[in-house]
């Protein structure tokens, strides 16, 4: 049974972007993702995002991807939401990767911005509505310019909110002057997608975080939104200050690569990373190990 949602909360509030474990030969580690889910859902995680860039999609397949969300579902789909990435830059597969989350049993999806081919707005409407048609699922669009080359606009984002499915939004975007008109606009559920605006985000209108921070920090990242939601501003912004150095020490480089270091760092699944992806150097595992350290984390 699917963890209980709410308009305003339909994937929870705290949503770690999990990374995809593999095995020392590079094989997809199902009793990995199961171990790390759990130990992610156990440090107050009431959401997961699987098969996101986090998780590595661009180079895991099809069948993989599927087998994935069927582990974490068994893991922990009674205690989270376990959504699943579903975005390409083609319809046709985004819709085919859809259905087959629905049906390993997903509780959402996730649908980013098509990439590198930069549709118009008119393009990314219909890319994201057939999307929504095409299961009974709810979706979260997922807006990074800096990916895919092309933001969501206002206009658009509003349009796509009309959407009985589409019902919320990661936000990656960077611009909280947006974000205000698009949440007061669209009325969609706003999660932040960049860990350093998580406050700021949530003072506009978000509701949660879909963070790669989550992997290190869920539990400041609970008590950081416990504290805002409940009316403690100084306290939330405490916790905020407490994890810049975690926010900045993350995105060093592309954050799936420090979050593997991290998570290895601390002896939890992870293991190598698939080209194009690398392992951090030396120099950039030490300068990880002081972030880190400087924001709390125990190593």
Do not use: C
């Not at 209980?4 to 590079?26: E, H, K, W």
């Not at 319809?91 to 509780?107: D, M, P």
């Not at 008119?122 to 669009?141: C, K, N, Q, S, W």
């Not at 869920?218 to 403690?232: C, E, H, N, Q, Y």
């Amino acid at each position: 049974m699917a963890p209980t949602s709410t308009p305003q909360t339909p994937f929870g509030r705290v949503l770690t972007a999990m990374v995809t474990p593999f095995t020392a030969d590079g094989a997809l580690d199902l009793d990995g993702a199961q171990r790390l889910a759990t130990h992610l859902v156990d440090a107050g995680n009431d959401g997961l995002v699987v098969n996101g860039t986090t998780g590595e999609s661009p180079t895991t397949s099809d069948a993989e991807k599927a087998d994935l969300i069927r582990a974490v579902l068994e893991a922990v789909g009674d205690r989270a939401h376990v959504v699943a990435g579903v975005g390409t830059n083609d319809t046709h597969h985004s819709i085919e990767l859809a259905r087959a989350a629905e049906q390993a049993g997903a509780h959402g999806l996730l649908t980013v911005t098509p990439y590198y081919n930069k549709p118009p707005q008119e393009g990314l409407y219909r890319h994201f509505t057939a999307i929504a048609d095409a299961t009974g699922l709810p979706v979260m669009l997922y807006d990074i310019p800096g990916r895919s080359g092309v933001p969501i606009s206002t206009e658009t984002i509003v349009r796509l909110a009309e959407h009985p499915r589409i019902v919320a939004n990661k936000d990656a975007k960077g611009d909280l002057g947006r974000a205000s008109w698009a949440i007061a606009r669209s009325g969609l559920a706003w999660y932040s997608g960049d860990d350093m605006l998580n406050l700021p985000l949530l003072s506009v209108g978000a509701v949660g975080f879909v963070s790669v921070v989550g992997h290190v920090a869920t539990p400041d990242l609970r008590a950081l939104i416990d504290a805002f939601t409940s009316g403690d501003v100084q306290k939330a912004t405490e916790i905020h200050q407490k994890l810049l150095p975690i926010y900045t020490g993350m995105f060093r480089t592309q954050g799936v690569m420090t979050t593997k270091a991290a998570l290895a760092l601390q002896g939890l699944p992870g293991g190598p990373l698939r080209p194009p992806m690398i392992e951090l150097t030396e120099e950039e595992t030490e300068q990880l190990k002081i972030d880190l350290a400087a924001g709390g984390v125990q190593l």
